[in-house]
């Protein structure tokens, strides 16, 4: 029996994932949780066969969490299943840590599939993200690569909560950091994009499909 832990901040998508999940005798969705911090701390209170984790949460954000996890919980299998295109975060996800990526467009069809594969102890990545990570792998720190895929984790997620309308003192509030360390983190992005202003920026992030509203 493949017991699941899922966190998502829906609950619709919660209900729908166990009703889904329902149908297979081999799993049982045993756990659901609302944000980053109750999927932490159930995480780490009874065994797990698979964490099915939403990359964008109130709180911690789904890179955060998988740093943690993997150094709590290193032995747990996470999969992540998120409304972001697969080349906006899948990379940097199993990166961080996770043993899967799901776009949630494709999950009634390769969800059932992706937990048996992460039970069992292996990887599942589309072929996009086998792709993707295959280029990573081969150019590196190119000079070709875009320019937001050189940004960090952290600078990553301050990025697109600058290009969504999200203030420097919002930002700083929302991931508990103060707003010197927000400002200096938004003047690297603008340097490491290239970008003169937040409406360059607004741009690239339309151009790229980066927007996690144009995601979600």
């Not at 932490?40 to 709180?59: F, N, S, Y």
């Not at 937990?115 to 000079?143: F, M, P």
């Not at 940004?151 to 600058?162: A, M, N, T, V």
Request: proline letters at 3%; glycine letters at 8%.
């Amino acid at each position: 029996m493949i017991k699941v832990l899922i966190a998502d901040d829906h609950a619709i998508l919660r209900a729908g994932l166990k009703h889904l999940l329902s149908e297979y005798p081999d799993i049982v969705v045993a756990g659901e949780a609302g944000n980053g911090h109750e999927a932490l701390a159930k995480a780490q209170t009874e065994h797990w066969d698979v964490l099915v984790l939403d990359m964008t949460m109130p709180g911690k954000s789904g890179i955060e969490i998988i740093k943690q996890l993997k150094q709590l919980v290193p032995k747990l299998p996470i999969l992540i299943l998120s409304m972001h295109k697969e080349d906006v975060y899948a990379v940097r996800a199993l990166k961080a840590g996770a043993s899967g990526y799901l776009c949630k467009d494709n999950a009634e069809d390769q969800l059932v599939a992706a937990l048996r594969k992460l039970a069992s102890g292996g990887l599942y990545i589309t072929a996009t993200v086998a792709e993707k990570l295959a280029l990573d792998v081969l150019h590196g720190d190119s000079q070709d690569t875009l320019p937001h895929t050189r940004l960090s984790d952290r600078e990553y997620q301050i990025f697109q909560s600058i290009v969504t309308g999200g203030s420097i003192t919002d930002i700083a509030q929302q991931l508990n950091l103060s707003v010197k360390t927000v400002s200096t983190h938004k003047t690297h992005i603008m340097e490491k994009m290239g970008c003169a202003n937040v409406a360059e920026l607004v741009r690239y992030a339309i151009q790229y499909e980066l927007l996690p509203g144009g995601s979600e």
